[in-house]
């Protein structure tokens, strides 16, 4: 029982390039959620899925778009990096209005 | 819009000391309410949550007030040890607040 994994751990971009953050969760949640935190911001919800095949957005979802792939998995892309997205990203699983369980996090550096 | 916010960003407490880590909610609706710890490097991790027909929760060395009337929660951790450094957000749902950072002092 892994819980929530995400992968890259870390990630150098230049500008204009784009990637995928892959998360995966096996506790059968049906809730996914995408973060970014930056210091001193705290956590801020970019997308999150509520379940299977559907998505909305949070906070701040410009530049960056979402695929709910299956009940598991929840991937976040970035088209176009930019210096401003330079940030650890968290993903997190939950049942409906229940605790979020978080992965450990994607450092993504954009130069 | 919605908000949750903690009062003070760093805390420094002596090992052994009672902690106690304030927090306000904008939204009078809000009926769930959570605290997790984060330590440096890692995601943030569930300690204790209460739902708003309760007033007190308790846990192992923590427990969580919620006050209603002026939309105020608090974390205090018993007997504060060095492990607990870490930084602590209050949060509904999924609006977190900024977090406190928590120093333990020998």
Redesign the interface.
Known sequence: NAG?TQTPKFQVLKTGQSMTLQCAQDMNHNSM?W?RQDP??????IY?SASEGTTDK?EVPNGYNVSRLNKREFSLRLESAAPSQTSVY?C?SSEV?????????TRLLVL | GESVGLHL?TLSVQEGDNSIINCAYSNSAS??F?WYKQES??????II?IRSNMDKRQGQRVTVLLNKTVKHLSLQIAATQPGDSAVY?C?E???????TRLHILP
């Open positions: 929530v959620y973060y001193g911001m705290g956590l801020r919800l999150y949070g968290f997190a209005k229940e605790t979020q369980y978080f992965g450990p996090g | 960003p009926d769930y959570i490097g890692k995601g943030p991790q569930f949550d957000f949060a749902s999924f609006i977190f607040g900024k977090g």
